[in-house]
């Protein structure tokens, strides 16, 4: 009886083993347990450390009866979020010149007889402590430099070497455009060509394309914070016909088109828009009606500068004052024409031209970008003679004329320099006296 009663206690025991404990993710919450554990005991956060949520995560999905203790507070409850700092103001230089030009007396002058390539920053030299002070700097590009396989020629079917584009980039240019009258004088491959070496420099592009996506592409140069949009066109390519099936080849003046063009770049962020236009009459050196109706109307539509080539001379510039649609007054700059920047023209103001400087201002507060100094620098090609080559380089003129530096120029060539660069200076200013105002 002893042993029966000790094996029936036994048995008695073992029914109230645990059973093996389940895990705390699929736990269903006993209903009688309402209270809201320490803060130690809280579930934990269910993000898995790879960023998935685990199935600790699905079941609390699930949702569970209000606790008034753990509610979010209302809005009026929370704390004020602190406002956004506001932006800092920036402020960044904007320059541009002329017509870059490659004559066949150019090439003899810049030519390594040893190493059998061609050297063009010698043309640069003396204007490459101005030219890279800009943030954005621009020359208008108007040969291709398609280089030997095409066969280097002058005017009127322009092919430069492709060390051109070297000698640009050692000048401190950022940008350089190509929409104008000789952009086909090599055909599509010409731009090709061009463009492989531009872009294999660097360069911020505009003007030519080889494909649509290309000519469709938007340029935003940014700098110091500030975002310019760039835009180039042509009148013309001296009736030789767009490539067959690229009509995008080269970008043609359309009014039109460049208005919606500066919307598109409005649209997608650019504080102030540049566009160079190839437009006017060769050797003028006032901008006609056509210039000045067609320059006006796109600053009326939205372009802050409007940069202008082909004349060969300088033209003057002007401020235009334009309302946005918010009420408010903004200032655009036109500038007809810079001139030449280095070619080998001569006489009647040919082998001058000007450095643009304009600085670039953008208003934390208020995201608005203004322009504010304009400056003019005019320039002059001078030419010298060595082992029977011409070399050539571009002088800013004022400088020349007060340190009277220049080979091979006597008393009366410093007169002749100082009254040209008082006509320039005249020219270049006889517009800018009061804003013109657009109407409409």
């Not at 998935?52 to 609390?60: I, P």
């Not at 394309?209 to 938007?218: F, G, N, V």
């Not at 700098?223 to 099936?245: D, E, H, Q, S």
């Not at 006597?410 to 200076?425: E, F, T, V, W």
Request: glycine share 8%.
């Amino acid at each position: 009886m002893v042993l029966l009663a000790l094996s029936l206690l036994l048995l008695s025991g073992c029914s109230q083993i645990p059973k093996d404990p389940v895990p705390e993710s699929s736990a269903s919450p006993e209903p009688a347990q309402q209270t809201k554990p320490p803060a130690e005991q809280q579930q934990p956060d269910s993000t898995h450390p790879s960023g998935e949520v685990g199935e600790a995560g699905e079941a609390g999905n699930q949702a569970p009866e209000k606790d008034p203790v753990s509610s979010p507070p209302s809005d009026d409850q929370k704390p004020e979020s602190t406002p956004p700092a506001p932006q800092k103001s920036a402020e960044a230089l904007w320059m541009a010149v002329g017509d870059i030009m490659m004559h066949m007396p150019q090439l003899p002058g810049a030519y390594n007889e040893k190493t059998k390539t061609y050297n063009f920053e010698g043309f640069f030299k003396q204007v490459k402590p101005i030219l890279e002070q800009g943030d954005w700097t621009l020359a208008n590009l108007e040969t291709p430099i398609a280089g030997k396989s095409l066969g280097y020629s002058g005017f009127p079917r322009f092919n430069a070497p492709t060390e051109l584009g070297d000698a640009l980039k050692y000048a401190g240019f950022t940008t350089v455009t190509t929409a104008n009258n000789h952009a086909l004088d090599r055909g599509a491959k010409g731009i090709d060509l061009t463009l492989e070496k531009l872009e294999k420099l660097g360069f911020e592009t505009k003007g030519t394309a080889r494909s649509k996506a290309e000519a469709d592409r938007i340029v935003l140069a940014k700098r110091k914070g500030i975002a310019m949009g760039l835009l180039a066109y042509t009148y013309g390519t001296n009736g030789i016909p767009l490539p067959k099936g690229q009509p995008y080849a080269v970008s043609l003046i359309d009014e039109a088109k460049i208005i919606s063009d500066i919307q598109k770049l409005r649209n997608a962020g650019a504080d102030f828009i540049a566009v160079v236009l190839h437009f006017g009459v060769e050797y003028q050196t006032q901008p006609n009606d056509a210039q000045k109706t067609l320059a006006r109307k796109l600053i009326a539509a939205g372009a802050d500068i409007i940069a202008g080539a082909h004349p060969h001379v300088v033209q003057p510039y002007e401020m235009v004052e334009a309302t946005n649609p918010d009420g408010t007054v903004r200032k655009g700059l036109i500038i007809y024409s810079m001139g030449n920047f280095i070619s080998n023209q001569r006489g009647d103001s040919k082998d001058y031209g000007v450095i643009y400087k304009v600085k670039i201002h953008k208003d934390g507060a208020t995201g608005r970008t203004t322009l504010k100094d304009v400056e003019a620098i005019p320039t002059w090609v001078h030419r010298t003679r060595n082992n029977g080559a011409t070399q050539y380089a571009i002088v800013p003129l004022q400088q020349a004329i007060e340190a009277k530096s220049l080979k091979n120029l006597g008393a009366s060539d410093y007169s002749d320099l100082k009254r040209m660069y008082s006509q320039l200076m005249k020219r270049i200013k006889s517009m800018s006296g009061q804003p013109f105002k657009l109407t409409g």
